[in-house]
Structures are given as C-alpha cells and as structure tokens.
C-alpha cells in the first residue's frame, strides 16, 4: 500500500517561509509520475481543507484562494517526492499539513473524497 511521509513543518513567525516535503512509497499497480499529489491542512476546530494539487504532468492546481501567489508546488518523481513551498506565511496558515495521492488519470480531483492514500501530516505554526 502507499505510503506517505510529510515532513518540514514547525514554527515560524509571520512572513517567513517553509517547504514541506512529502515523501511516496510503496507503489503497485501505478507510479509516483503518474498520481497527482495533493496538499491540504487543517486548521484547530475546522475542517480539512485542500490547498493545492499537481497533476502528473506537472500542472498545478490552487484549491485555496489564499495561498494563490505564496505557495508553489512541485514534484521529482525521481525521489518520489511533492514539495510545498510556503511563503509570505502568515498566522491563518497555521494547520496540520496533509499529502494526499490520487492513484489513477493523474488530474487533480475536484473534491477531496477522491483521493486515496494519506500521510500523517505535519504541523506548521506560524506566529504573529
């Protein structure tokens, strides 16, 4: 089954910046290159919510108006690997910070339940 390792979080005052990594594993029937990785968060007391996502060719998707302008997206599929990298932070950013996969067509789901293997997540804080 796939596995998946987030990592990079911690605290972090306003307007600096992180780069989360999340690490793929454990691949059968299908390949990192071709899921679309999806990072969302969730934030105390709310629900989870998708930030943004990249198709297997490397398009990006912003499902947080928020973020849109600070946070990039990208993947090396030769280390299995999505990165986030989060500037200009600020506090409303705080959340845990999950990877999602989407296993097969490689396109960025328009919903959440479509995706289907989840990392544990990691914290991110940012301080005012």
């Known amino acids: 089954e796939v596995q998946l390792q987030a990592s990079g979080g911690g605290l972090v005052q306003a307007g600096g910046s992180l780069r989360l990594s999340c690490r793929a594993s454990?691949?059968?029937?299908?390949?990192?290159?071709?899921?679309?990785i999806g990072w969302f968060r969730q934030a105390p007391l709310k629900e989870r919510e998708g930030v943004i996502c990249?198709?297997?060719?490397?398009?990006?998707?912003y499902s947080a108006d928020s973020v849109k302008g600070r946070f990039i997206i990208s993947r090396d599929n030769a280390r299995n690997t999505v990165y986030l990298q989060m500037n200009s932070l600020k506090s409303e950013d705080t959340a845990v910070y999950y990877c999602?996969?989407?296993?097969?067509?490689?396109?960025?789901?328009?919903?959440?339940?479509?995706?289907?293997?989840w990392g544990q997540g990691t914290l991110v804080t940012v301080s005012s």
């Open positions: 999602a996969v989407k296993a097969e067509g490689g396109y960025c789901p328009t919903e959440i339940r479509y995706y289907d293997y």
């Open positions: 454990g691949f059968f029937g299908f390949t990192f290159d071709e899921a679309a």
């Open positions: 990249i198709s297997s060719s490397g398009g990006s998707t």
